[in-house]
T-cell receptor
Framework: EDKVVQSPLSLVVHEGDTVTLNCSYEVTNFRSLLWYKQEKKAPTFLFMLTSSGIEKKSGRLSSILDKKELFSILNITATQTGDSAVYLCAVVSGTYKYIFGTGTRLKVLA | GAGVSQSPSNKVTEKGKDVELRCDPISGHTALYWYRQSLGQGLEFLIYFQGNSAPDKSGLPSDRFSAERTGGSVSTLTIQRTQQEDSAVYLC???????????FGPGTRLLVL
């Protein structure tokens, strides 16, 4: 059965800290891995990763994929209270099936 | 439109009643997805449309759930004879063709009493 596992389930840090969120997966016919940020109802897209070892960056956020070890990490440096959210990892299997993890709930304290 | 819209934003219904949830995708997006997110759970894939066709309906939880899409645009998710376990946030997303980047709507929060 396809699955995506995220860790930790929740995390509390102080502003300025650096955090690393993990996503491991076991899926058939891997196509890509995506990271989303969910603050209220609708997730917003962060990154899409398809190739191993190529880091994607957007400001203080970065992510990398390891297709050999079947995991990805999302790093957030110099965290801010606005980074508080649930971070979702999803793996695309085949052409359309999206398998989501349960997310990591991040809380950044001022 | 500028983004994916969903209606209603909230729906409270009694057990046994039917409900219809609507999704308006981003203009020009041919792919449309429905998900369900129960409290404290991850997203559960329900169904995917490419144009008006749904190649795989196996994600729908039961035969009480159905979905359609007309004109390659608006989609409706219908839940018949609602049960309390149907209570969840129902999210719709769309993407351009088969690109993996999905853009989500704000969701419909359904509460079945």
């Amino acid at each position: 059965e396809d699955k995506v596992v995220q860790s930790p389930l929740s995390l509390v840090v102080h502003e300025g800290d650096t955090v690393t969120l993990n996503c491991s997966y076991e899926v058939t016919n891997f196509r890509s891995l995506l990271w989303y940020k969910q603050e209220k109802k609708a997730p917003t897209f962060l990154f899409m990763l398809t190739s191993s070892g190529i880091e994607k960056k957007s400001g203080r956020l970065s992510s990398i994929l390891d297709k050999k070890e079947l995991f990805s990490i999302l790093n957030i440096t110099a965290t801010q209270t606005g980074d508080s959210a649930v971070y979702l990892c999803a793996v695309v299997s085949g052409t359309y099936k999206y398998i989501f993890g349960t997310g990591t709930r991040l809380k950044v304290l001022a | 439109g500028a983004g994916v819209s969903q209606s209603p934003s909230n729906k409270v219904t009694e057990k046994g009643k039917d409900v219809e949830l609507r999704c308006d995708p981003i203009s020009g997006h041919t792919a449309l997805y429905w998900y369900r997110q129960s409290l404290g759970q991850g997203l559960e894939f329900l169904i995917y449309f490419q144009g008006n066709s749904a190649p795989d309906k196996s994600g729908l939880p039961s035969d009480r759930f159905s979905a359609e899409r007309t004109g390659g645009s608006v989609s409706t998710l219908t839940i018949q004879r609602t049960q309390q376990e149907d209570s969840a946030v129902y999210l719709c997303a769309s993407s351009f063709g088969r690109q993996e980047t999905q853009y989500f709507g704000p969701g419909t929060r359904l509460l079945v009493l």
